[in-house]
């Protein structure tokens, strides 16, 4: 299976901050990877796909960049509807595997 | 707007088998354009993609669930189904369903439509 480490696993920001999440697979996955956002209680929603690709419908201060083995998620100028835990998927396998997760708490 | 929506047992005893129904409206489970899966997420935890299910025919499965696992389909209900066996206190978690597109020359996908999820709870 390939493995994906997201760090940090917590991150204390505040609102207007600029963040950065980062997430490594332990093989070249291209660009395979997805990033989710879930708040508690609900299903996760797809941000990015194909590590850069916006959704629809995401807003344009989400981003997403990287290729092979390292990628990042970022949020330009955190808002407070951004609070919430983030996850990586990689989709270059069919041993469909996700990161740990990122919470973003309000510092 | 297609939606997706868990039911089944909220309370399931160790070592018997755990089953849910997901029901699909707004489009169709017999599209060749969409894989059907089952993701988990115990309680306080990360997500677990348990498996796949394609056009009521190709099957993928978590390979550390693979032994206990049968996802299938109700093409007359436009629903699919997820049956983990033996299950222990370790399979206590929110399970949640969700489609993701079938696109031409890449293996998987991201999931772009989820259901709501439903607890279930592994214990006696």
């Known amino acids: 299976d390939i493995q994906m480490t997201q760090s940090p696993s917590t991150l204390s920001a505040s609102v207007g901050d600029r963040v950065t999440i980062t997430c490594r697979a332990s093989?070249?996955?291209?660009?395979?990877l997805a990033w989710y956002q879930q708040k508690p209680g609900k299903a996760p929603k797809l941000l990015i796909y194909?590590?850069?690709s916006l959704e629809s419908g995401v807003p344009s201060r989400f981003s997403g960049s990287g290729s092979g083995t390292d990628f990042t998620l970022t949020i330009s100028s955190l808002q407070p509807d951004d609070f919430a835990t983030y996850y990586c998927?990689?989709?270059?396998?069919?041993?469909?595997?996700f990161g740990g997760g990122t919470k973003v708490e309000i510092k | 707007q297609l939606q997706l929506q868990e039911s089944g047992p909220g309370l399931v005893k160790p070592s018997e088998t755990l089953s849910l129904t997901c029901s699909v409206s707004?489009?169709?489970?017999?599209?060749?354009?969409?894989?059907w899966g089952w993701i988990r997420q115990p309680p306080g935890k990360g997500l677990e993609w348990i498996g796949s299910i394609y056009y009521s025919e190709k099957t993928y499965y978590n390979p550390s669930l693979k032994s206990r696992v049968t996802i299938s389909v109700d093409t007359s209900k436009n629903q699919f189904s997820l049956k983990l066996s033996s299950v222990t206190a370790a399979d206590t978690a929110v399970y949640y369903c969700?489609?993701?597109?079938?696109?031409?020359?890449?293996?998987?996908?991201?999931?772009?439509?989820w259901g709501q999820g439903t607890l279930v709870t592994v214990s006696s």
């Open positions: 707004g489009g169709s489970i017999s599209s060749s354009n969409y894989y």
């Open positions: 093989q070249s996955i291209s660009s395979w």
């Open positions: 998927q990689q989709y270059k396998s069919f041993a469909l595997t």
């Open positions: 194909k590590a850069s």
């Open positions: 969700a489609k993701h597109p079938k696109v031409f020359g890449v293996v998987s996908s991201p999931f772009d439509y």
